[in-house]
């Protein structure tokens, strides 16, 4: 009879860590990290193969920056090698949570974007960084509209190209709502 009554906790328990079991796994599989890679793909807009920043969610994946010679007027620029890093940065940014808020600065002497973390506040995590001739700003603005941002401080009322910009983002928003690729 204890036997019975043993066989029957140790089944009771095996079900029941059986059943946890499963429930966590489901649970971790609706919520995957979000993740920024770097891929090689076809633009449909000029059918041109260009390195893509992408931001993977359960959703799918979400191109950010298709990597072309637009975004720097300036073909010296080695897109693939452009792309790997500004995606490894973007991750960091995200992971650390300083990607609420981005801004253009400079950074020993050269222009950058970084991610601030708060409204006017300092670079946390440097995004991308540029040559003198280049215009940070200009790319900041771009990646302000492929994000949804919202500019929270303007350059002086002297614009320049050098001005220092402070952009919102709302990366929970733009992560639920912006369209996927197939």
């Not at 009322?157 to 992560?175: A, G, K, T, V, W």
């Amino acid at each position: 009879m204890k036997f019975l009554s043993a066989f029957g906790i140790f089944t009771a328990c095996s079900l029941s860590l059986a059943s946890l079991t499963g429930f966590i796994l489901v649970a971790q599989a609706q919520q995957q990290p979000v993740r920024f890679i770097c891929e090689q793909t076809v633009n449909p807009q000029d059918n041109q193969a260009y390195p893509t920043t992408y931001v993977v969610t359960d959703r799918g994946k979400i191109p950010v920056i298709r990597w072309n010679y637009e975004w720097f007027g300036n073909r010296n620029t080695v897109l693939q090698g452009r792309c790997q890093t500004v995606s490894s940065s973007l991750q960091a940014a995200y992971d650390n949570g300083s990607l609420n808020f981005i801004t253009n600065t400079r950074s020993d002497g050269q222009p950058v974007i970084c991610s601030t973390g708060r409204s006017l506040g300092s670079c946390v995590t440097i995004l991308a960084a540029f040559r003198s001739s280049d215009q940070a700003l200009e790319a900041l603005l771009k990646l302000k509209e492929v994000l949804g941002g919202e500019i929270v401080r303007l350059p002086s009322p002297r614009f320049s190209p050098n001005s220092q910009m402070f952009i919102s983002l709302d990366m929970d928003s733009f992560l639920a709502n912006v369209s996927v690729d197939n």
